[in-house]
């Protein structure tokens, strides 16, 4: 992985905002969970602090300490074949374990359903527990185009999320601090793509390694100054680097794309391996999720274009929409191959990698490699077995 | 007696087939669960489920994961088996992850088979549920029209709902004769009868429902121990019940996706923003929906009291949302001294070996308890 100077302000903010966090009952500030495609932007401007399960459950196997967690949510019953994240979460809780000890007691429970239907269950177990409010707000899977139905569904669903929160917080919806945070979300989002799109360049200053790694404030800090001012500095590094030629993996030969989550606990080994083999993973479907709202917003139809961003992950679409994207960032991102990462996890991200992935091949001449794994289960990833497929795979380019 | 069902369940594909060819009728596969199959029949087509069903797999895993529930997996396996050719158009909902992903694989797989996608909406407000299955049912009803070459009409929807009415009370018959006379029938019996509702045309199913259900209700109420309700999604494979059967667990009463949460709601009303959305969320609480208006738990507790039975959670192994309620169902029941049990299948299981000596030892737990 490479190091960039911005670095230790990425620890140095995070650290801050899990301390707020965590003192938030102290300070008489409302903590929510929210789902990490939630719409958190309503929630800053109502002062509430967003707390994401599914950013804490990767720090916990980043630190190896989700076995553990796990073993202790089976325990419990929880079955080996839910979502990982969803059983490091529920160990920690039931623990109080994990980094920083687990994490502050919601007030509140946000769930968005554009990743998946697994969040509703989820969360809905911390409902039963905590007995606090959880709001709902259907995003639902686009089989096909974006409809103006969908938008208009998730329009309605958000003024009624203002009022949800206008009634838990027993104040007034914050329209000014709202469009304050939406434009500032846009910027971050607008940051991110700028720092995601430095992909393209020859060699690629920044690999998929680094932006599973840089992605923690634009999930959990969208919508403050705080991220923008980041994102603004960690882009100029990026072009400071490139112009010196910089490549984040020396004698960068072959360009790849990683599709689906990250394998948290093997981010370190998978990033030598692949730049012991002269191959960058330049894009990644995962981050680019992060980039849906862009620009300027038109301040009269701010929540249409925020619907529309919210339903926009490439987790939320179909096999078409997602064979054409891949067959897109073969072009712009000038790809030799993709890699899958058939997550036994993520059900809805994974199935279907295999028609997509011969898809894609037929389209673009460009072979795909699968690996099995899971994001955040380390039992079920053999270093063997991965090695003998990706070598396999990396001597097929033939350079 | 039940003969035409098993032989209903045994040739599904021929007797669609079959009917198909006789009626002229297009067919509508329905995927599980909570499609209103009411205005297929409406539309002069007939709607055939699936639901998953105990078959060998393997052309299935060149576009599967193994980590996909085997009720998806087995589906797809029909129909890349050409057990589905019959099929005009399927209609999918989206009550989970892997039924969302299976609608993407087959509208890859078989691109000649129209795929109308009815979203069941997840979501806090109950206006907005009511509003978007309002909008979800016109939708898909312009969609079928056009696969029917039919209109669809009033005159032809109040048919159709008197029809799934009739077959709706019939099948609450059969489960209140079993609730009153468990040793009526067997689990095997019980549940062919309910799965051949599946695969046949509803007149044809209900005129084959009705003398059996008579014939059962007449018969002497034989007063049986061992009580057990199961609780789960479908009760894949079919052939394990025969288990039950063997070791003597009384099966009284289900909580299954396919069963009394079906059926428990009544047929379809009318096809208003109301009506539909009992139909979907006016049934017993149900894993695969969001409704907080509901407590499985306390539901499943009242139903084991009631019939002082136990409880037997039948999982599908890569079931989330089962396997996301099982863990605070089963402390809840516990607390409540009620004896409860779970199993995890696989649908292409052939052999029952270890869930036999698992329910072996639960039947002599419960002889303790209750
Ligand atoms: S990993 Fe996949 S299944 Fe788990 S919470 Fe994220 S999107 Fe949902
Ligand atoms: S509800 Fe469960 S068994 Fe049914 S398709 Fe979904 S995951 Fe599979």
């Not at chain 1, 634009?218 to 001012?229: N, S, Y």
């Not at chain 2, 709706?168 to 009526?184: C, E, K, M, V």
């Not at chain 2, 051949?196 to 018969?219: C, D, I, W």
Request: include cysteine; charge should be negative.
């Amino acid at each position: 992985m490479t190091k960039f100077r911005v670095a230790e302000t990425m620890k140095e903010i995070m650290a801050a905002y899990y301390l707020e966090a965590k003192n938030a009952a102290y300070n008489n500030t409302p903590v929510a969970w929210i789902t990490s495609g939630g719409p958190v932007e309503f929630l800053y401007a109502m002062g509430v602090i967003p707390v994401y399960p599914e950013n804490y459950a990767p720090m916990c196997s980043i630190t190896r300490m989700s076995k553990d967690l796990m073993e202790v949510s089976e325990a419990a019953g929880y079955s080996q074949d839910i979502c990982s994240y969803a059983r490091t979460d529920i160990g920690a809780d039931m623990t109080q374990g994990g980094p920083i000890l687990g994490l502050p007691k919601p007030d509140m429970l946000i769930v968005g359903t554009n990743i998946c239907h697994t969040v509703v269950k989820w969360f809905d177990v911390h409902a039963r527990k905590y007995n606090v409010p959880l709001f709902i707000i259907d995003m639902p899977y686009l089989h096909d185009d974006m409809t103006k139905d969908a938008i208009n569904y998730v329009v309605k669903q958000f003024e009624a999320f203002k009022g949800f929160l206008s009634g838990v917080l027993k104040k007034p919806f914050n329209e000014d601090k709202f469009m304050e945070t939406l434009f500032l979300a846009a910027q971050v989002s607008d940051l991110w793509e700028k720092v995601l799109a430095m992909g393209k360049k020859k060699p690629s200053p920044i690999n998929s390694f680094d932006t599973f790694i840089h992605l923690a404030p634009i999930v959990t800090l969208r919508g403050t100054q705080k991220a923008v001012d980041y994102y603004t500095r960690f882009y100029d590094e990026l072009v400071e680097l490139s112009n010196q030629g910089f490549g984040s993996v020396p004698d960068e030969k072959i360009r790849l794309l990683w599709d689906n989550l990250p394998i948290w606990y093997k981010i370190k080994y998978l990033s030598e391996f692949f730049a012991k083999h002269s191959a960058a993973l330049v894009v990644s479907t995962y981050t680019n999720s992060w980039a849906a709202m862009q620009g300027d917003i038109d301040t009269d139809h701010a929540l249409e274009e925020l619907a529309r961003a919210y339903l926009s992950p490439y987790i939320n679409r179909g096999f078409k929409y997602r064979t054409d994207y891949l067959v897109k960032l073969v072009e712009e991102f000038s790809l030799d191959g993709l890699v899958f990462h058939s997550d036994r996890s993520c059900k809805p991200y994974s199935i279907g990698q295999y028609i997509v992935k011969e898809e894609v091949t037929k389209r673009t001449g460009r072979p795909g490699l699968i690996i099995e794994a899971d994001m955040n289960d380390p039992r079920v990833f053999s270093d063997a077995q991965f090695e003998t497929r990706a070598e396999a795979f990396l001597e097929s380019f033939d350079r | 007696m039940f003969e035409e069902f098993f032989k209903a369940n045994r040739e599904s594909a021929n007797l669609a087939r079959k009917w198909k060819k006789k009626t002229g009728r297009k067919i509508i596969g329905v995927m599980p669960e909570y499609f209103p199959s009411e205005v297929i029949t409406a539309l002069g087509a007939y709607p055939v489920h699936f639901r998953g069903t105990q078959m060998p797999l393997s052309r299935s895993d060149t576009y599967m994961q193994s980590f996909s529930c085997t009720t998806t997996r087995t589906i797809l396996e029909q129909a890349l088996n050409g057990e589905m050719d019959y099929v005009d158009a399927f209609v999918f909902t989206t009550m989970c992850d892997n039924q969302q992903n299976l609608a993407e694989v087959f509208k890859n797989l078989f691109p000649d088979k129209p795929v109308i996608i009815f979203l069941i909406p997840f979501i806090s407000s109950v206006t907005l549920r009511q509003e978007h299955l309002k909008e979800q049912i016109d939708r898909s009803i312009s969609e079928l029209e056009r696969v029917t070459g039919n209109k669809f009409t009033k005159d032809g929807l109040k048919k159709a709902l008197m029809l799934h009415e009739r077959l709706n009370t019939l099948i609450n018959n059969l489960y209140d004769i079993r609730r009153r006379n468990p040793g009526a029938l067997s689990a095997y019996e019980f549940y062919s009868i309910v799965k051949a509702g599946s695969f046949l045309p509803p007149e044809e199913y209900t005129g084959m429902l009705g003398p059996v259900v008579k014939t059962l209700g007449s018969m002497d109420v034989k007063d049986v121990a061992d009580r057990v309700i199961i609780s789960g999604i479908t009760p894949e494979p079919l052939e394990l019940t025969k288990a039950f059967d063997e070791i003597g667990l009384h099966i009284v009463d289900d909580d299954l996706t396919s069963g009394t949460r079906r059926f428990s709601k009544g047929a379809l009303k009318g096809t208003d923003a109301k009506s539909l959305d009992n139909f979907v969320f006016g049934g017993s609480p149900c894993s695969t929906l969001f409704d907080p208006s509901k407590d499985r738990r306390s539901y499943l507790l009242d139903k084991a009291r009631s019939n002082r039975a136990g409880v037997i959670m039948w999982q599908i192994k890569f079931c989330e949302p089962e396997a996301f309620e099982r863990p605070d169902i089963t402390s809840y029941l516990k607390e409540n001294n009620i004896p409860v049990t779970s199993f995890e299948v696989e649908l292409q299981m052939a052999s029952f070996e270890g869930i036999k000596t698992r329910l072996q030892a639960f039947k002599e737990l419960m002889e303790v308890q209750i």
